[in-house]
């Protein structure tokens, strides 16, 4: 249980497209949703906090406009990377969580990951 | 922000040999946790330990807490080829809610 995709895998586009990449909680519900930036061989960076049916909360220092987040459901929430650039180029990393799947208390939640979309823009 | 530094950044071991890694954190938490990852691959849950606790085991793996210290531990016994990955500690501070903090993580590289 508690698996999380993400699609597509990889993706390589054009300067100046712009990217969709989706995240699916698969057998639970995922009343929040984070999205994570990592460069090669450096560690993961929060980019920003999705709850279902209201906006992200982004970290400091990240674009709103520039990377979209949407959590429309309690099962899937997109990162839409608008006029992307080289500098974008990346690995995305969604997670999501749902405190009843660790008994609804904070010192003991876990959050589940997606394997990951690799960001190549030309 | 990235709170968290491990040491060290790369491991190497032969099979079989035990492989330690630490963790290091600057604010109070709610508990930390210990992730592996493959080369280009999505994040793996490993251990979770509270901060009212001290030691877990789970499998070939340690993790010690040391809030005094503001310090963890990793610790794989016998270790095999297939633990080759990077290890990641992230923190649940007390006053972040669920956001995880991640550690600069250590490259292990056990060798047959």
């Known amino acids: 249980g508690a698996v999380v995709s993400q699609h597509p895998s990889r993706v390589i586009c054009k300067s100046g497209t712009s990217v969709k990449i989706e995240c699916r909680s698969l057998?639970?519900?995922?009343?929040?949703m984070f999205w994570y930036r990592q460069f090669p061989k450096k560690s993961l960076m929060l980019m920003a906090t999705?709850?279902?049916?209201?906006?992200?909360?982004?970290e400091q220092g990240v674009e709103k406009d520039k990377f979209l987040i949407n959590h429309a459901s309690l099962t899937l929430s997109t990162l839409t990377v608008t006029s992307a650039h080289p500098e974008d180029s990346s690995f995305y990393i969604c997670?999501?969580?749902?405190?009843?799947?660790?008994?609804?208390?904070?010192?003991?939640?876990?959050?589940?990951f997606g394997p990951g979309t690799r960001l190549t823009v030309l | 922000s990235q709170q968290g530094e491990e040491d060290p950044q790369a491991l190497s071991i032969q099979e079989g040999e035990n492989a330690t890694m630490n963790c290091s954190y600057k604010?109070?938490?709610?508990?930390l946790q210990w992730y592996r990852q493959n080369s280009g691959r999505g994040l793996v849950h490993l251990i979770l330990?509270?901060?009212?606790?001290r030691e877990k085991h789970s499998g070939r793996l340690r993790v010690t807490l040391d809030t005094s210290k503001k310090s963890s531990s990793l610790l794989i016994t016998a270790s095999r080829a297939a633990d080759t990955a990077s290890y990641f500690c992230?923190?649940?501070?007390?006053?972040?809610?669920?956001?995880?903090?991640f550690g600069e993580g250590t490259q292990l590289t056990v060798n047959p």
């Open positions: 997670s999501a969580r749902n405190p009843g799947l660790a008994g609804g208390k904070p010192s003991t939640d876990t959050q589940y």
């Open positions: 057998d639970f519900q995922a009343t929040t």
């Open positions: 999705s709850n279902e049916g209201s906006k992200a909360t982004y």
């Open positions: 604010t109070s938490i709610n508990n």
């Open positions: 330990i509270r901060s009212n606790e």
């Open positions: 992230a923190t649940v501070q007390e006053t972040s809610g669920s956001r995880l903090t």
